[in-house]
């Protein structure tokens, strides 16, 4: 039941990150959805920080956020380890 339950989390802040990165494009201020863009980034925001500092440590120039594809790799990975360990 642990499990099921640890998979499925994993599973919607995987969908919540997809979710702010399409958001992102998307939506502007004034428009319907801009108040849950911002809820969503007032949580997942602090979960970018450090794979932002991981990625400024190699000094990308690039126009595209990677943060939130690291951010998932890491949520992957973290996953698979507790649903082993488990």
Same mark, same amino acid.
């Given at each position: 039941m642990l499990r099921v339950i640890i998979y499925y989390a994993f599973r919607v802040l995987d969908l919540a990150i997809l979710a702010y990165c399409i958001m992102s494009w998307l939506v502007r201020p004034g428009?319907?959805? $801009?108040?849950?863009? @911002?809820?969503?980034?007032?949580?997942?925001?602090?979960? $970018?920080?450090?794979? @932002?500092m991981l990625l400024s440590r190699f000094n990308f120039n690039i126009p595209i956020d990677l943060a939130p594809w690291l951010t998932m790799i890491f949520a992957s990975i973290i996953c698979r380890i507790l649903l082993i360990i488990i």
């Open positions: 428009t319907a959805g $801009f108040d849950i863009y @911002r809820k969503l980034g007032y949580y997942l925001e602090p979960l $970018f920080k450090p794979a @932002r």
